[in-house]
């Protein structure tokens, strides 16, 4: 019985680290998260941004993107909390571009086809880069509170027009890490902790009736007998001590006896 016991308790510990796969793929496009309604002098726009996920267009030539975490070096991000990234762009074309919007996507790390969520779209109104002229342009974004923990990809395009034209550049495609909101502790890990600790306290049970049972056999072992027989006394011995205070004494404790 406690084989079983054990046997199902490891299978629940194997499975519990397919939940996060299965519970991404079936929730392919949780929610898009709305724009920032920020603005300045880049003309940020957060709200009836056209959505660009369904277009697709080829990056210019001479405009290179780099992307950055400011204050997230190790792309640890909280699901359902905003998080920042930088976007720079260096123009060494010859034209004017203008950056129309910024957006990003989430996939599983081992097939980009498995869309987990579309972020949000920031659009952009006079935002200029001119020709032999370097640029930065932040992007804020949060995955959906409902996102498993675990390590995603992030895609990132910037979308931007030069002579009525429209491109766009990958700035970031890499990985992230989702963590659950609010600290460390997640609901899976606090579930392993307490399997470990439940599969720890049924192996200390099975050791202490290991134990009392081999106890129990050992109490039971037979004692080895010890026969006590009557003593005898040499004839010969007898005749030596006849009349010696030794028979004297012998015979008066017979007589006290009687």
């Known amino acids: 019985m ?20 299965a519970r991404a793929q079936s929730d392919p496009e949780a929610e898009v998260v709305e724009g920032t309604e920020e603005g300045g002098d880049l003309g940020i726009v957060g709200e009836d941004v056209q959505d660009f996920s369904s277009e697709s267009y080829s990056p210019a030539p001479g405009i290179e993107t780099i992307c950055v975490f400011p204050k997230n070096p190790s792309k640890v991000v909280a ?17 004017n571009l203008n950056i129309i919007a910024i957006q990003a996507s989430v996939h599983l790390p081992f097939d980009h086809r498995y869309l987990v ?30 996102m498993q923990p675990g390590s995603f990809d992030l895609v990132g395009t910037i979308i931007y027009e030069i002579d009525q034209n429209a491109y766009q550049n990958v700035f970031y ?8 909101p609010g600290g460390l502790l997640s609901v899976e890990s606090v579930f392993l902790f307490c399997l470990g600790v439940a599969l720890l306290g049924l192996l200390g ?6 134990l ?18 009557t003593a005898t006394t040499d004839a010969s011995m007898d005749e030596w001590l006849q009349g010696t205070a030794y028979t004297q004494s012998q015979s008066n404790k017979l007589k006290k006896k009687k």
């Open 212 to 229: 009392q049972n081999l106890s129990k056999k050992t109490k039971r072992a037979p004692k080895a007998k010890v026969e006590v027989g």
């Open 173 to 180: 495609n890499g990985t992230i890490e989702v963590t659950e």
């Open 117 to 146: 969520q579309n972020l949000s779209v920031q659009a952009f109104n006079n935002a200029t880069v001119p020709p032999s002229a370097q640029a930065t342009f932040p992007y804020i974004f949060a995955v959906s509170k409902f």
């Open 2 to 21: 406690t084989i079983r016991v054990f046997f199902v308790l490891a299978l629940l510990l194997f499975s519990s680290s397919f939940l996060q796969v």
């Open 79 to 95: 699901a359902g909390e905003e998080s920042e990234l930088l976007v720079g762009m260096k123009n060494d074309g010859e034209s």
């Open 205 to 210: 049970f099975w050791i202490r009736g290991q």
